[in-house]
């Protein structure tokens, strides 16, 4: 947080739009002072145990992937070598909560569907987490921690996608939570081939 604050800020309050993981940094620090819990502890309680997620882990700082799981690379350069390395292993606490949960396709179908369905917020909240506020993307906006896309035909999916190197996960819904799609990738990841520009 003490890094985020010390830089100005990109424009004043309600005049513009930029994703920022230290929101979810922030937010988390909320969860563990007013709890006076851990989030892992918070999340197991309120989500994860509630809804059977039983692959999806907060790792703080292990490396430890359950198994069965998708392979992550890292290409680069050494003495004008190219070489590619395996980093599936790699410690997320660098990016805390901006994205260091580990999770199935099967978990994040029945997470999305259960949120969007109205089984983890009052209606009320919900709604106000999905009101699109622009981005200055065409057909996508973002609510409260989703992306409120429009389709061709004027039609709205409710997504939040997130990448760690080498690592993606991709997570659509309809706004009811009746239809999803998610989806998890694996690629050989560098400098110059980032999938960060691919996923919103």
């Not at 007013?34 to 309680?45: F, K, P, S, V």
């Not at 606490?93 to 997470?111: A, C, E, P, V, Y």
């Not at 009101?131 to 409260?144: A, E, K």
């Amino acid at each position: 947080m003490e890094l985020a604050l010390s830089k100005p800020a990109r424009f004043e309050p309600g005049t513009g739009w930029s994703y920022s993981n230290t929101n979810y940094v922030l937010a988390r620090l909320l969860i563990e002072k007013i709890t006076g819990r851990t989030y892992a502890e918070e999340m197991q309680r309120l989500i994860l145990r509630p809804l059977g997620l039983s692959g999806t882990v907060v790792p703080d700082a292990s490396p430890e992937i359950p198994e069965p799981h998708a392979h992550a690379y890292y290409r680069y350069e050494e003495d004008g070598e190219r070489k590619t390395i395996d980093i599936t292993r790699q410690n997320p606490s660098w990016i805390s909560t901006g994205g260091d949960m580990i999770s199935t396709t099967r978990d994040l179908h029945t997470f999305v569907s259960a949120l969007m369905g109205g089984r983890l917020l009052p209606a009320g909240l919900l709604a106000e987490m999905c009101t699109p506020h622009p981005t200055g993307i065409p057909n996508m906006d973002y609510g409260l921690g989703v992306f409120v896309l429009t389709t061709d035909d004027g039609g709205t999916v409710i997504s939040h996608n997130g990448a760690a190197v080498g690592h993606a996960a991709l997570m659509y819904s309809t706004p009811d939570g009746s239809k999803t799609l998610t989806a998890a990738l694996n690629c050989v990841d560098d400098a110059d081939l980032s999938i960060a520009a691919a996923v919103p």
